[in-house]
């Protein structure tokens, strides 16, 4: 059985980030083949094809970071970690939206005209539904999703592969996930602490059948670390 796997980048950067601790050392450096590996579990199956969704982060914004990074995607074509690198970008704006506060479930709840910040009208009347709008710096990146969505499709399409591993919990591969579990068996890997995204759900024998769901711990991240040195390639500082 031939495995393709398709990685959301910074889904599982930011995942690892909240499993294992932003300030801590030993995750960021992931082997993503080792990984891979360890989670295609189906019988006589070998991983054929693993693609890595990304973007280049802002070398303005943050320099170290961008060169880290590079010295990363650099590392994992080195180490054979990867058959493929699909960019898509990174975007910096400037964006405005109201003022909210977060409820207990994360909703946003509006922040409205009151004491001790009150709006008022010409006429010195207080404006009670008057609302705040803020101006904010937006930094985001853009495309990760679609093209492990076109990655994934084409490959099962074109039957290059037998069976699919979704590395993401973006609910915007709702669509292509349900397509790709007509066809062949796919596994749907949670990177974070997150719950399931609801869209990403299905039932193990829909379609082609054989489907299954798992959700990556810290420990996971760390078992699977490149070598220190890979090639011309070290491991940046406090990774």
């Known amino acids: 059985m031939r495995v393709g796997v398709y990685i959301d980048g910074f889904n599982?950067?930011?995942?690892?980030?909240?499993?294992?601790?932003?300030?801590?050392?030993?995750?960021?450096?992931?082997?993503?083949?080792g990984l891979a590996n360890q989670l295609a579990t189906w019988?006589?199956?070998s991983v054929k094809?693993?693609?890595?969704?990304?973007?280049?982060?802002?070398?303005?914004?943050?320099?170290?970071?961008?060169?880290d990074q590079d010295i990363y995607l650099k590392a994992l074509i080195a180490a054979n970690s990867v058959d493929l690198i699909e960019y898509g970008s990174y975007v910096s704006r400037v964006k405005q939206a109201p003022m909210a506060t977060?409820?207990?479930?994360?909703?946003?709840?509006?922040t409205r005209s009151a004491q001790p910040v009150l709006v008022k009208n010409a006429a010195d009347q207080p404006v009670r539904d008057a609302v705040f709008m803020v101006s904010?710096?937006?930094?985001?990146?853009?495309?990760?999703?679609?093209n492990v969505a076109a990655h994934l499709l084409l490959d099962v399409l074109q039957s290059d592969i037998d069976a699919a591993i979704v590395i993401s919990n973006d609910s915007d591969l709702r669509l292509p996930l349900i397509e790709a579990r007509k066809?062949?068996?796919?596994?749907?890997?949670?990177?974070s602490s997150s719950f399931l995204a609801g869209d990403l759900r299905g039932t193990p024998t829909e379609g082609a059948g054989g489907h299954w769901w798992a959700k990556l711990r810290a420990a996971d991240y760390?078992?699977?670390?490149?070598?220190?040195?890979?090639?011309?390639?070290?491991?940046?500082?406090?990774w």
């Open 136 to 146: 904010h710096a937006r930094r985001e990146e853009k495309g990760s999703d679609v």
């Open 102 to 110: 977060a409820d207990a479930k994360g909703r946003p709840i509006l």
């Open 43 to 45: 019988q006589e199956c």
């Open 222 to 238: 760390r078992a699977h670390q490149l070598p220190d040195q890979v090639g011309a390639y070290a491991k940046p500082v406090g």
């Open 49 to 67: 094809r693993i693609v890595y969704c990304t973007a280049r982060i802002s070398g303005a914004d943050n320099p170290s970071g961008a060169a």
């Open 183 to 191: 066809r062949v068996s796919v596994g749907t890997v949670n990177p």
């Open 12 to 33: 599982l950067y930011y995942g690892a980030r909240g499993l294992c601790g932003q300030g801590r050392p030993g995750w960021r450096w992931i082997n993503l083949r």
